[in-house]
């Protein structure tokens, strides 16, 4: 897959943009409470960042299938890094004003760049081969998780040298080369977008996604409640762990859950698999839901790394199968709105689980909490019991998925292997 023609320039490319996002959340942080003295304005300001990150993506993306990366992504990544420059010399100060550093950071959110759904956007176009594909989004993901991982690292080396704003300082740089290097590469030339697709008298892609293909809903309603379980999980853990005394165990709890995660998905990307991808898709959700929840009844938080690592390989492959869908389902001219949504559900289902878990924790036992975050995506599975709708005849505009839609049989036939 990697020895693709352009395949490694193009990854690398957007891995270094993407490492940006894993430094930007604990650079913006620390660099406001230093400068605020306040832990209530850093999260205000970290959630005004979130909230349009997060739900402005669908937006962001349409511009990118609508005008391509070249000329869509670039304004994007110039105002995203201006604006994190203009944060980090705003905080490299004492006692600035929170309701600045709010303006600033609103609409640096709002113009953070989609470079994971566009970089699965290219992996498509790249890789019309779905077997490749599947190992192409198995590799995705799992990079991108340890990217969340190597990110708050190396904001914690520069806080040991340096003021957090520099970390600040360093995102708006890594996404700035990350997005010119992506932008320049040849597979970004043969970008197939909105502007270069046929002609016809409806865009699919420019209905909602929820009322798209069954499949896109089934991936983007399993992902939100990955999203879900997930986002109680990390809380519930350290709760957990200081209802036992043992604090030092929340870190190797994660990390079984991250490491679980990424082997998970790299021998999930190597086996050729039969059965179709919504399928597979509930069969993962399942396991996911159902070992998290036990490991509620853990009798110490040391026993809890064991239920995480379990839980943990079937993380990566979940999410992978929901791009795979999403990909699959989408017009030729809305493929990375349609990863966003998938990308946007996840965001959104942690936030609001964290949110609602922190309410939770300390009114019920820590086990019926696991229970309950465990719940969605179990249920989530019954996503796959829908059908697909027959396509329209111009589902036949994408090349390398043609035949896929014909019909059930010919689509898992040609989805699958």
Known sequence: MLRTRHACRTFGAALLGRLSYGMVSLSLVLAV??????????????????????????TRAG????????????????????????????????GTSGILLGLLAAPAGACTPPLGPVMRTLWSDLLPD??????????????????????????????????PSLGLAVSAALVLTGTLALITSPAARGWTG?????????????????????????????????????????????????AHHEPQAVAWVLAALCGGSAIGGLVYGAIPWRASNRLRLAFLAVPLGLTLAAAGLSPHPYLLIVWAALGGLFIAPAITTAYLIADECADPAGRTKAGAWVNTAFNAGSAGATAATGLLVGRLPLSVCFALAAIPVVLSATTALRRSPRPAPDTAARPELKGERASDAERQAAVTS
Do not use: H, N
């Open 33 to 58: 409470k230093e400068s605020t003295d306040s832990y209530a304005v850093a999260g205000t300001v970290m959630a005004l960042f979130a909230l349009t990150s997060v739900f402005l993506s669908p």
């Open 63 to 94: 511009l990118v299938d609508r005008y391509g990366p070249r000329r869509a992504l670039l304004p994007m990544a110039g105002l995203y890094a201006v604006l994190l420059a203009a944060l980090a010399f705003a905080t490299s100060w004492s």
């Open 130 to 163: 779905r077997r490749l594909l599947q190992r192409a989004y198995s590799l995705d993901s799992v990079a991108e998780e340890l990217l969340f991982v190597a990110g708050p690292l190396l904001v914690g080396l520069l806080v040991q040298v340096a003021a």
């Open 194 to 242: 909105r502007e270069k697709a046929p002609a016809g008298p409806a865009q699919p892609s420019e209905e909602p996604a929820l009322r798209g293909d069954p499949g896109l809903r089934q991936a983007i309603v399993v992902s939100a409640a990955v999203g879900i379980c997930l986002g109680a999980f990390e809380l519930l853990v350290i709760a957990f762990a200081d």
